[in-house]
């Protein structure tokens, strides 16, 4: 009986990727990004997009049980090829915040309560694992505590009952070999209620280095969230924790209530991961990618606009590519063009889109040998820069965490990149 455990990158499926296989269960360890995958040795391993459809049936073959992260883009289909490929029992991770009043509308829960729901109308055997506030979530003050800046937040006072990522993956273990968490939603929390504040002081002890908080207004956390995650979600925490300072966090089930064994503290994880909050030894400041490397990781969404906006203008993607290098380091020799953009294509591919840039207008020769846009050229940049803008819009009114991420990502680098490009112009 394989069991397919999906999203198998991530932190709580690499833990029931290691559980299953200690126990000797054979285990199919998927990811959108197999050759990324670091898996026990001996694991089979498979390709598995949840947004993609086509990956399914290959993915599921053989496979009786699922451990499912909570993508609601493909769903139905998902269901209706894990039915068809005889699959039993699927666990999925979902969260607590299905459970919140409100939950319908709330883009945090959203998500995990659409596939709630296709499971529950499935005719596969489902557990809902629902856990509240992950002990993983203190990495995001790793930053501040690395350089040995105050930790900011907008409500320090907030309480959560973080919960070890590994005693959700040992539950997990549990509701995918055996029966006894077949067809329950179960709320998990970790086993004490501690303020933000105080788990800052953990980590304090912990690392032996003092931790200042800053305080901060709800309008910057705001801004600041708005910078990696879409509106509604950021709207979304900030209620959450301002609720949260009310008293202490509820505690639900944990390992000991539901498997008899302790749940793990917030205490044990930081001292598991406390490299992850030592001092940021001092490194010089690495050389911007070009914005080649930064288009390449573009999402689909953001490539396709680009591509319909540099049809209209008669260019290819390696055109615009070859565009954005020389904008990136303009005036700039032919020879680093073609060393950059060798990973894309061979010299007289590159030449020849070089050349027929020229032939447009929209590079120049400053001198022999050299390259740097044209006003022309600076306005080709300047619009598909407006098209990825608009993406800003889509984002805000929610798109998956992974594509807004690496969206914004695309967008700083494009954004720097131009203003570079404008202030290089305006020098005489
Ligand atoms: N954080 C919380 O407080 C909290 C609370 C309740 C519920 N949850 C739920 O828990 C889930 C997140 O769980 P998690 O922390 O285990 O997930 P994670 O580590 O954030 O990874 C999520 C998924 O992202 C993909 N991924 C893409 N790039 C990655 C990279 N460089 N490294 C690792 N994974 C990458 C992986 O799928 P592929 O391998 O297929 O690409 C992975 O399964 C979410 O669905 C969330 O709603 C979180």
Redesign the pocket.
Same mark, same amino acid.
């Given at each position: 009986m394989t069991i397919l455990v #999906? %999203? +198998?990158? %991530?932190?709580? $499926?690499q833990a029931v990727v290691a559980g299953l296989h200690s126990a000797g269960v054979p285990v199919r360890a $998927?990811? +959108?990004?197999p050759a990324e995958l670091t898996v026990p040795a001996g694991v089979d391993t498979a390709e !598995? %997009? !949840?947004d993609r459809p086509e990956t399914f049936a290959p993915a599921l073959r053989g496979v009786r049980r699922v451990f499912l992260?909570?993508e609601p883009a493909g769903i139905e289909e998902f269901v209706r090829a894990a039915e068809a490929a005889g699959v039993e029992h699927v666990v999925l !991770?979902s *969260?607590? #915040?299905v459970t919140r009043p409100g939950a319908e509308d709330d883009p945090l829960a959203r998500? *995990?309560l659409t596939v709630e729901r296709a499971l529950a109308a499935s005719g596969l055997a489902w557990t809902f694992l629902r856990?509240? $506030?992950?002990t993983?979530?203190a990495l995001a003050w790793a930053h501040a505590l690395t350089r040995s800046l105050p930790v900011q937040l907008p409500f320090p006072d907030a309480q959560v009952a973080s919960i070890h990522?590994r005693d959700i993956a040992d539950v997990a273990v549990a509701a995918l070999t055996g029966d006894s968490l077949t067809g329950r939603a179960v709320t998990l929390t970790g086993p004490e209620s501690l303020a933000f504040r105080e788990q800052l002081a953990v980590i304090a002890e912990v690392t032996g280095r003092p931790v200042t908080v800053q305080e901060i207004s709800r309008a910057e956390a705001e801004q600041q969230m708005a910078a990696h995650m879409p509106a509604g979600y950021v709207a979304s925490l900030l209620d959450l924790w301002e609720a949260a300072c009310d008293g202490p966090a509820d505690l639900a089930d944990t390992t000991a209530t539901l498997l008899g064994r302790p749940a793990r503290t917030f205490r044990q994880w930081v001292e598991e991961n406390s490299d992850a909050f030592a001092p940021a030894p001092e490194q010089p400041e690495p050389k911007p990618m070009p914005i080649g490397y930064w288009l390449r990781r573009a999402d689909k969404a953001l490539t396709d606009a680009m591509d319909a906006l540099l049809a209209g203008h008669g260019l290819t993607r390696l055109g615009w590519q070859v565009l954005n290098v020389v904008a990136d380091e303009a005036p700039v020799t032919d020879a680093r063009v073609l060393e950059v953009m060798a990973v894309h294509a061979d010299a007289p591919t590159l030449t020849a889109v070089v050349e027929k840039a020229l032939a447009a207008g929209w590079l120049t020769r400053p001198a022999p040998g050299q390259l740097a846009l044209t006003g022309d050229g600076r306005t080709r940049l300047a619009e598909v820069l407006a098209r990825v803008g608009a993406f800003r819009e889509r984002a805000a009114a929610g798109v998956s965490p992974?594509e807004y991420r690496t969206t914004m990502r695309v967008l700083e680098r494009l954004t720097a990149n131009a203003e570079s490009a404008g202030a290089e112009s305006a020098t005489p």
């Open positions: #999906t %999203g +198998a990158r %991530g932190t709580v $499926a $998927a990811s +959108a990004r !598995l %997009g !949840l992260y909570p !991770l *969260s607590s #915040t998500q *995990s856990p509240d $506030a992950f993983v979530n990522p992974e």
